[in-house]
Structures are given as structure tokens and as C-alpha cells.
């Protein structure tokens, strides 16, 4: 495999102190790095030295209504806002991505392209934006709602709010300054373009008061993987996280989605299909195993059954006894991939509550696997040699630990496999990922 082409892709997906829902418990964490931006800062910096594509923020708009006395168990409820911490990352790394989550729901378009604009300049071409849509009432009664809009409307939504990002970013051509003190002429105006947008949902003027990104558009990422959420990506997405747990169905997730881009008149290398994995590494498989149910045995159980009450649409389990089934519930307006992959993942295994909370607590709802790096290795390449994943978003479950042990340890087998870069070739998230530079849609 030495002289392979094709290499994964990897994106380190940076959380608090770490994925797994009691990482901050952990004897060896230090739960005080969760409020610290220098943990932030050695966080990015180990990743680039891992020559990742790409380091990777969520986000949400407010703490979920429950029990205050519930809510202090957990360490969710730290969030810094992402793109202020990726301007501060770009001015201490020098080749790694920057992606960061920003919901089309409560943000005007405008200043969704200004912002992401203006961290690709200052990254010189680094930047990524996770498109997402707010999919929680909590969230939507921190923006004068009493609930979220319903799923089918928030992403029609998002595909306008797409269209408008892309039209402001176009605004300006690529050179488009002059800079001529003799004739008094700042930028031609040849180039510069009023997008004028009326639409469903929004009517924007522009331009934007700078130049097109560098990248000319920064990368655009999603994360739904439900049939919406598919449709949104195949038009508009240049990579996708999802959640899979088994080779058959993230194959024919990747083969589906790949499939939807024809329709767009897109190839399917222009969309990389990465799914979320969490790596246990110990120096034998038994160590590693031995390593992850030292972290189960931390969950509070309270916590575990309020985190899948959550993902599963705030459905009351307060009635049912840990060691029931999952139940039956109504379909939400929340994350329906996440809800049905949850559900499957039940009804395949006939689990319990509690061993449903304890599947989602580690990595909620993306596949865990443990092992020897070489396990570890194996598994990536078999996925992603049998067209289930273009490359994979890493998820450590303790941090700084887990991403140390997967730069030392995995990331050189995968090297000696030819299955992973060993130097940046290029300078922007673009050509680490290999996607072409959009072309305006006024050249």
C-alpha cells in the first residue's frame, strides 16, 4: 500500500476535556482545561502535528431546560463560541483547518459570510464552515421562540441561506484592488458585484465591505444525514460528518449520498464522506477495553438517561425502569438521523436503557472502536478501502490523552501503510482535502 494514491482524510473533532460524557471524571483529565485556551491551544497544535486536514468545533445556542442539579453533573455545559477561538487558533498554527459549526437558524446570512470571509483571510485559506440547523426548542426560546421551526422548513431554510452565503462571497472578484494613487482608483469596479437576493426567506443586498475568500468559498461542511439533510448535502456540502456504526450501512449511506450528486451536475470526489469515530488505544486490545469500561463505569446514571432523553427528542424515560427496552416513541422535529441510527441500534441489539445511555454516552451515537493502534489502523483502512468513508472524524474520548495516543501511535501505522500524508502538501483546508476552488458565479 506504500504507493496507494488515495489517502484518508482526518479531522480531529476537539470537545472540552473529551468526548466520552464522564472525560472530566477521568484520574488522569483535568476538568479546569475545559474554561483554559491554552488546553485549546495544545489541543490544535498536537493535531497539526499529526498533520490532520482539519481540527473541528461544535456548537449549540444555550444549555438544555432540565434540572439545574441534573445539569451541574455534566461538563456540556462549557462551551466557548467556536469562530472567536478559531480566529485565536489561527494565529498559533499554520497549516491545519479550521472548521467550525454555525447554525442557519438564528444567524442573518450576512453575517455568516462576513464572519467565515474574515477567518479564511486571516487563516489564509483555513477555514471551514460546519452548516447546521438548530434542531432544539432550548435553543430556539434563547431567540424570542417558544420552539423550533419544524425540520422540513429549516432545511428548505438552509438551502436559501446557502445560496445567499455563496452570492456574497462571490461579491467581489478574485484581484480585484488596483490600489492606483495616481488615477484615484482604490479597486476596479468591473468587479464588484450587488448580489440583490429576494427569496423565500430572505432579501440581502450586499456586498460584503472585503475581498472573495481566499479559498473562494471556505470549505462548507454538514452534518445531517437524515433525507433532508442528504438532499441539503448533495447540493451544497463539501464534506459530511455522519454517525455510523456498521460497514453495510455506511456503505450504502456512502453510496447513496455519492449517488445524489449527479443530480447537481457534481462529481463524487467534489464531497468527502467522513464518519465520526472514537478511538480506544491501549498497548494490548484487553488494556484498551480495560481503559473504556474504566470510563462507563464513571457515567452517572441520571446523567446517561438525561443524554439519550435528548438525543431521542426529550422523551420522558423517567417512567420506565433503566433496565426496560427502549420504548417506542413518536417521531420528533429534532436530530431524526441521530433518533432513528439510536433506535436501530436497539431494536438490533434488543438494549436495555441503561445499555443504550451507555452506547450513546461514549460517542453519541458514532462507532467506538478499541484496541492496539494497529487494531485501531486496521479498522480505519478496512472502511475506508470498502467505500464506507473518504476519511474519518476522530473523536477522542479524553483530552489531551486520547488525541496524544492517535498522533504517537495511530497516525504512524497509518503512515507506514501509505494510508496518511507525513508533510502538508498544500497550504489551505482546500488542497489538504483536495477539493477544487469554486469558480464565482459572475467569471
Same mark, same amino acid.
Given at each position: 500500500m506504500a504507493n496507494q494514491k488515495r489517502q484518508i482524510k482526518l479531522g480531529a473533532f476537539l470537545q472540552s476535556v473529551g468526548h466520552h460524557l464522564a472525560a472530566w471524571r477521568h484520574p488522569d483529565v483535568d476538568p479546569e482545561n475545559a474554561t483554559r485556551f491554552s488546553h485549546l491551544q495544545q489541543l490544535a497544535q498536537t493535531a497539526e502535528r499529526g498533520k490532520f486536514d482539519a481540527i473541528f468545533f461544535a456548537d449549540a445556542l444555550g444549555l438544555?431546560?432540565?434540572? !439545574?442539579?441534573?445539569?451541574?453533573?455534566?461538563?456540556? /455545559? $462549557?462551551?466557548?463560541? %467556536?469562530?472567536?477561538?478559531? *480566529? &485565536?487558533?489561527?494565529? +498559533? =498554527?499554520?497549516?491545519?483547518?479550521? #472548521? *467550525?459549526?454555525? *447554525? /442557519?437558524?438564528?444567524?442573518q446570512p $450576512?453575517?455568516? &459570510?462576513?464572519l467565515f470571509a474574515s477567518l479564511d483571510h486571516l487563516s489564509q485559506g483555513r477555514a471551514g464552515w460546519n452548516l447546521v440547523t438548530s434542531g432544539t426548542d432550548f435553543e430556539a426560546r434563547n431567540f424570542s421562540l417558544q420552539q423550533q421551526t419544524p425540520h422540513s422548513e429549516r432545511y428548505r431554510k438552509a438551502r436559501e441561506y446557502v445560496d445567499v452565503v455563496k452570492g456574497l462571497w462571490d461579491g467581489w472578484d478574485d484581484n480585484p484592488y488596483l490600489f492606483d494613487k495616481a488615477a484615484g482608483q482604490f479597486f476596479d469596479p468591473a468587479k464588484l458585484h450587488y448580489l440583490n437576493h429576494e427569496g423565500e426567506f430572505f432579501s440581502v443586498a450586499g456586498p460584503l465591505q472585503s475581498a472573495r475568500p481566499v479559498q473562494g468559498y471556505p470549505v462548507i461542511v454538514q452534518a445531517g444525514s437524515s433525507e433532508d439533510g442528504q438532499n441539503l448535502a448533495a447540493a451544497t456540502a463539501e464534506v459530511v460528518f455522519t454517525a455510523q456504526q456498521f460497514l453495510p450501512a455506511a456503505q450504502a449511506f456512502y453510496r447513496g449520498l455519492k449517488e445524489k450528486l449527479a443530480a447537481h451536475g457534481r462529481d463524487e470526489d467534489s464531497l468527502k464522506i467522513m464518519p465520526g469515530v472514537m478511538p480506544i488505544i491501549g498497548r494490548t486490545a484487553e488494556e484498551a477495553e480495560e481503559k473504556y469500561q474504566a470510563l !462507563? +463505569?464513571? #457515567?452517572?446514571?441520571?446523567?446517561? #438517561?438525561a443524554l439519550l432523553s435528548a438525543f431521542l427528542g426529550n422523551i420522558d424515560l423517567s417512567r420506565y425502569s433503566i433496565d426496560d427496552p427502549v420504548p417506542d416513541f413518536p417521531d420528533t422535529e429534532g436530530w431524526q438521523s441521530r433518533q432513528q441510527l439510536l433506535v436501530d441500534l436497539a431494536r438490533k441489539d434488543n438494549l436495555s436503557i441503561r445499555q443504550? $445511555? @451507555?452506547?450513546? &454516552?461514549?460517542?453519541?451515537?458514532?462507532?467506538?472502536?478499541?484496541? =492496539?493502534?494497529?487494531?485501531?489502523?486496521? @479498522?480505519?483502512?478496512?472502511?475506508? /478501502? !470498502?467505500? &464506507?468513508?473518504?476519511?474519518? +472524524? #476522530?473523536? %477522542?474520548?479524553?483530552?489531551?490523552q486520547g488525541l496524544d495516543e492517535f498522533v504517537d501511535q495511530v497516525i504512524p501505522e497509518l503512515q507506514r501503510r501509505g494510508l496518511f500524508r507525513t508533510e502538508y502538501t498544500g497550504n489551505t483546508l482546500r488542497e489538504h482535502l483536495e477539493l477544487a476552488r469554486p469558480r464565482s458565479q459572475y467569471a
Open positions: 438544555p431546560h432540565i434540572d !439545574q442539579a441534573l445539569l451541574s453533573k455534566g461538563a456540556v /455545559t $462549557y462551551f466557548w463560541e %467556536p469562530l472567536t477561538v478559531l *480566529s &485565536a487558533l489561527a494565529l +498559533n =498554527t499554520s497549516k491545519i483547518g479550521l #472548521i *467550525s459549526t454555525v *447554525s /442557519t437558524s438564528y444567524l $450576512y453575517h455568516l &459570510a462576513r !462507563q +463505569n464513571l #457515567i452517572d446514571p441520571a446523567v446517561g #438517561i443504550l $445511555y @451507555q452506547k450513546v &454516552a461514549g460517542a453519541r451515537g458514532h462507532r467506538i472502536i478499541t484496541g =492496539t493502534a494497529s487494531d485501531i489502523a486496521d @479498522q480505519l483502512e478496512l472502511w475506508f /478501502t !470498502q467505500g &464506507a468513508a473518504d476519511g474519518f +472524524n #476522530i473523536l %477522542p474520548a479524553t483530552l489531551p
